[in-house]
Protein backbone atom coordinates (compact mmCIF):
# COMPACT_ATOMS: atom_id res chain seq x y z
CA UNK A 1 0.00 0.00 0.00
CA UNK A 2 1.48 3.59 -0.98
CA UNK A 3 0.16 6.88 0.32
CA UNK A 4 1.38 9.91 -1.32
CA UNK A 5 -0.16 13.32 0.26
CA UNK A 6 -0.18 16.68 -1.28
CA UNK A 7 -1.76 19.85 -1.19
CA UNK A 8 -0.56 21.53 1.83
CA UNK A 9 0.89 24.72 2.04
CA UNK A 10 0.84 27.96 3.65
CA UNK A 11 -2.40 29.89 4.61
CA UNK A 12 -3.88 33.03 6.41
CA UNK A 13 -5.97 32.50 9.13
CA UNK A 14 -9.69 32.13 8.13
CA UNK A 15 -8.58 30.87 4.97
CA UNK A 16 -8.77 26.88 2.99
CA UNK A 17 -7.13 24.41 2.05
CA UNK A 18 -7.93 20.49 0.18
CA UNK A 19 -5.53 17.54 0.79
CA UNK A 20 -5.52 14.92 -1.14
CA UNK A 21 -4.10 11.35 -0.81
CA UNK A 22 -3.38 9.18 -3.71
CA UNK A 23 -3.11 5.61 -2.65
CA UNK A 24 -2.53 2.44 -4.50
CA UNK A 25 -5.19 1.13 -6.20
CA UNK A 26 -8.12 -0.56 -4.58
CA UNK A 27 -6.78 0.95 -0.98
CA UNK A 28 -9.42 3.12 -0.34
CA UNK A 29 -12.05 1.23 -0.80
CA UNK A 30 -10.93 -1.43 1.26
CA UNK A 31 -9.50 0.11 3.96
CA UNK A 32 -11.22 2.23 6.63
CA UNK A 33 -8.95 5.69 5.87
CA UNK A 34 -8.04 8.82 7.87
CA UNK A 35 -6.21 12.40 8.30
CA UNK A 36 -3.60 12.49 11.12
CA UNK A 37 -1.62 15.59 12.18
CA UNK A 38 1.59 16.04 14.06
CA UNK A 39 2.33 19.33 15.39
CA UNK A 40 5.82 20.23 16.43
CA UNK A 41 6.51 19.11 20.11
CA UNK A 42 3.09 17.67 20.16
CA UNK A 43 1.68 13.92 19.82
CA UNK A 44 0.02 12.69 16.13
CA UNK A 45 -3.59 13.45 16.74
CA UNK A 46 -6.49 11.78 14.50
CA UNK A 47 -8.41 14.35 13.29
CA UNK A 48 -10.80 12.86 10.58
CA UNK A 49 -11.90 9.49 9.42
CA UNK A 50 -13.98 7.39 6.62
CA UNK A 51 -14.55 4.04 6.70
CA UNK A 52 -16.05 2.06 3.67
CA UNK A 53 -19.58 2.96 3.64
CA UNK A 54 -18.60 6.82 3.67
CA UNK A 55 -19.47 7.39 7.31
CA UNK A 56 -17.40 9.92 9.19
CA UNK A 57 -16.30 10.84 12.33
CA UNK A 58 -14.22 14.28 13.23
CA UNK A 59 -12.61 15.44 16.30
CA UNK A 60 -13.75 18.18 18.12
CA UNK A 61 -11.46 20.12 17.20
CA UNK A 62 -11.77 19.95 13.59
CA UNK A 63 -15.98 19.20 13.34
CA UNK A 64 -17.29 22.15 11.16
CA UNK A 65 -14.34 23.15 9.34
CA UNK A 66 -12.83 19.85 7.67
CA UNK A 67 -14.33 17.73 5.42
CA UNK A 68 -12.99 13.87 4.51
CA UNK A 69 -14.05 12.36 1.71
CA UNK A 70 -13.11 9.60 -0.77
CA UNK A 71 -13.17 8.79 -4.40
CA UNK A 72 -12.80 4.92 -4.95
CA UNK A 73 -12.72 5.26 -8.56
CA UNK A 74 -9.78 7.52 -8.06
CA UNK A 75 -8.03 6.05 -5.40
CA UNK A 76 -7.84 9.62 -3.73
CA UNK A 77 -8.88 11.02 -0.14
CA UNK A 78 -9.44 14.14 0.67
CA UNK A 79 -9.53 16.50 3.31
CA UNK A 80 -11.18 20.14 2.77
CA UNK A 81 -10.49 22.65 5.27
CA UNK A 82 -12.06 25.53 5.99
CA UNK A 83 -11.74 28.37 8.50
CA UNK A 84 -7.91 27.46 9.71
CA UNK A 85 -6.54 28.42 12.39
CA UNK A 86 -3.17 28.96 13.24
CA UNK A 87 -3.42 25.79 15.80
CA UNK A 88 -4.32 23.84 12.80
CA UNK A 89 -0.46 24.45 11.81
CA UNK A 90 0.94 20.38 11.63
CA UNK A 91 2.03 18.16 9.46
CA UNK A 92 -1.08 16.20 8.05
CA UNK A 93 -0.75 12.40 7.31
CA UNK A 94 -3.11 9.58 5.56
CA UNK A 95 -3.31 6.40 6.61
CA UNK A 96 -4.88 3.21 5.76
CA UNK A 97 -6.05 0.95 8.78
CA UNK A 98 -8.94 -1.58 9.14
CA UNK A 99 -10.68 0.36 11.58
CA UNK A 100 -10.54 3.53 13.77
CA UNK A 101 -13.95 4.08 15.17
CA UNK A 102 -14.34 7.34 17.52
CA UNK A 103 -10.43 7.25 18.86
CA UNK A 104 -8.79 7.31 15.36
CA UNK A 105 -5.49 6.49 17.30
CA UNK A 106 -2.75 6.21 15.27
CA UNK A 107 -1.83 2.53 16.60
CA UNK A 108 -5.19 1.89 14.49
CA UNK A 109 -3.33 3.00 11.32
CA UNK A 110 -1.49 -0.42 9.46
CA UNK A 111 -0.39 2.33 6.47
CA UNK A 112 1.28 6.36 6.18
CA UNK A 113 1.96 8.16 3.63
CA UNK A 114 5.10 10.81 3.98
CA UNK A 115 2.98 13.59 5.16
CA UNK A 116 2.50 17.49 3.79
CA UNK A 117 3.05 20.70 5.74
CA UNK A 118 -0.25 23.25 6.49
CA UNK A 119 1.43 26.70 7.85
CA UNK A 120 -1.28 29.26 9.20
CA UNK A 121 -0.35 32.57 10.19
Same mark, same amino acid.
Request: aromatic share 12%.
Given at each position: ???? +??? #?????? @???? /???? =?????????????????A??? +??? #?????? @???? /???? =???????????????????????????????M?????????GL???????????????????
Amino acid at each position: VQLV +ESG #GGSVQA @GGSL /TLSC =AASPYTIRTYAMAWFRQAPGK +ERE #GIATID @GNAV /TTYK =ASVKGRFTISKDNNKNTLYLQMNNLKPEDTAMYYCAAGYYFGLAISPTQAHYWGQGTQVTVS
